[in-house]
């Protein structure tokens, strides 16, 4: 049976809002009229003329962190996953975990900085009328997903809190994901309440049910307007960078398509 292919993935790219200042992405590109060069140096006595133009090869230097682009958190974010065991690095995620089916959760009319219960995910999952598996993929499209590189992406969207995210990983969810910046609320509205309250406990609080329930996320995805809640599989395998805390992915939402 044919398949359909979307896209979930942004690009890397620079000059846009993506991360916080400190955490941008640089990106130095040369182009085959820069690197004739490079190329003549592999091979003593060749001369620029003798390239198909003049012309070496289009190549790019990235200085980029791992939670760059679309990417995928590995439970060694923190230090510790499943309450107290050492947390797994990115190149040590199951590979089945990687590519399930996906449910999506659609929280776009939650307001930027609300924290998602438990309660909320049960109602959104009664609604679209689906019963968790073990290693569902489970999206969460939030206000953020549209603004990617906006400037106002980095306060835009809903968090996952941590009882909503242990009542996904209590039922076997593995890996989850959000078209926001983060899986939890937005930082700057997070330290409005925690100037307030000094309740620490809710800064990173959906990362942190990684130490009591392992699990990964997804961040920085896109289209997930586009998706159905269900009926489709998601493949998100990291690059397997050793020993590091996320891997860079193409997340790719794929469905069978009877009418073709």
Not at 155 to 175: D, F, H, W
Request: aromatic letters at 10%; charged letters at 25%; one cysteine or more.
């Amino acid at each position: 049976m044919p398949r359909r292919f979307v896209d979930l993935s942004v690009p890397l790219e620079t000059g846009i809002v993506s991360d916080p200042p400190i955490m941008l992405p640089e990106i130095e590109y040369m182009t085959h009229d820069q690197t004739a060069e490079q190329v003549m140096s592999f091979f003593p006595g060749l001369q620029k003329d003798d390239l198909p133009g003049g012309e070496g090869w289009a190549i790019e230097r990235l200085q980029i962190a791992t939670h760059n682009g679309t990417h995928l958190d590995a439970p060694y974010h923190h230090s510790t996953m499943d309450k107290g065991e050492r947390a797994i690095t990115i190149d040590e995620v199951p590979l089945e975990w990687c590519m399930n089916p996906g449910v999506k959760l659609d929280f776009r009319d939650f307001e930027d900085g609300y924290v998602v219960t438990a309660a909320d995910v049960e109602a959104e999952l009664k609604r679209i009328g689906h019963t968790l598996k073990p290693l569902d993929i489970v999206v969460v499209n939030t206000s953020a997903g549209t603004q990617y590189g906006q400037p106002d992406y980095l306060m835009k969207g809903c968090g996952m809190g941590r009882e909503a995210t242990l009542y996904l990983t209590e039922r076997g969810v593995r890996v989850t994901g959000t078209d926001a910046w983060s899986w939890d609320a937005p930082f700057p509205l997070t330290a409005q309440e925690y100037a307030e309250t000094k309740d620490a406990s809710i800064i990173w609080e959906g990362h942190r049910a990684s130490m009591e329930i392992g699990y990964c996320h997804m961040e920085k995805l896109t289209n997930l307007e586009i998706l159905p809640a269900t009926g489709f599989e998601i493949s998100c395998f990291p690059f397997k960078i050793k020993g590091a805390s996320a891997g860079f992915i193409r997340a790719v939402a794929i469905f069978e398509d009877p009418e073709e």
